[in-house]
């Protein structure tokens, strides 16, 4: 089963909109972790966001905001007032300890988003 | 920012060849991963090291082994490289995160490994 699911494997966005990235995830740990990480076709992965599943508030980071809704497993990315410049891959990312293991990161398939002057 | 160099950056192969990926950090960080990116599968979890001599197995394990005999570095090899193989590879290193301690983590610039 996949533990991170990203049903949207491209989007269009208008210039100076906001949009929603989808991103689901599948864990029995307690105390996980939620990231986003963009990929912008250079190839370089950089961190955007993190949401502890403790968290109490949704994390913002900038025109970065993570809508986490624990009981239905969904962290979805909301970037306000898109820009050009953020025309790239975003990778949703789920951070566990399996039972008797170690931190273990996986990664979903990733939604390219295009920003549309 | 965390110090972490893959090497090689590129390398053209032959079936059957051995190869091997190094990720080094500078930074002592406990926690490395080896990662492969191809389209439309995400990165997907190789393996990943909590530890000198500590690993385990990702999701695509299968043809991959690991070493991690030094803190600063993380060895992932291809013993017969095989055509599927060809795929780009990053490492990523766990860090302290910020003053929250996300630990989120940090990677490096990627290996594009072809297997003729």
């Known amino acids: 089963a996949q533990k991170i699911t990203q049903t949207q494997p491209g989007m269009f966005v208008q210039e100076k909109e906001a949009v929603t990235l989808d991103c689901t995830y599948d864990?029995?740990?307690?105390?996980?972790?939620l990231f986003w990480y963009k990929q912008p076709s250079s190839g370089e992965m950089i961190f955007l966001i993190y949401?502890?599943?403790?968290?109490?508030q949704n994390a913002t980071e900038g025109r970065y905001s993570l809508n986490f809704q624990k009981a239905r497993k969904s962290a979805n990315l909301v970037i306000s007032a898109s820009q050009l410049g953020d025309s790239a891959m975003y990778f949703c990312?789920?951070?566990?300890?399996?039972?008797?293991?170690?931190?273990?990161?996986?990664f979903g398939t990733g939604t390219k988003l295009q920003v549309i002057p | 920012d965390a110090g972490i160099t893959q090497s090689p950056r590129h390398k053209v192969t032959e079936t059957g060849t051995p190869v091997t990926l190094r990720c080094h950090q500078t930074?002592?960080?406990?926690?490395m991963y080896w990662y492969r990116q191809d389209p439309g599968h995400g990165l997907r979890l190789i393996h990943y090291?909590?530890?000198?001599?500590?690993?385990d197995k990702g999701e695509v394990s299968d043809g991959y082994s690991v070493s991690r005999s030094k803190t600063e570095d993380f060895l992932l090899t291809l013993e017969s490289a095989t055509s599927s193989q060809t795929s780009v590879y990053f490492c990523?290193?766990?860090?302290?995160?910020?003053?929250?301690?996300?630990?989120?983590?940090?990677f490096g610039e990627g290996s594009r490994l072809t297997v003729l």
């Open positions: 990523a290193i766990r860090t302290s995160g910020r003053a929250t301690n996300t630990g989120e983590l940090f």
């Open positions: 864990t029995s740990d307690p105390s996980y972790g």
């Open positions: 949401q502890g599943s403790y968290d109490q």
């Open positions: 990312a789920m951070r566990e300890v399996p039972s008797g293991g170690y931190q273990k990161v996986t």
């Open positions: 930074e002592n960080h406990r926690y």
């Open positions: 090291s909590y530890g000198v001599k500590d690993t």
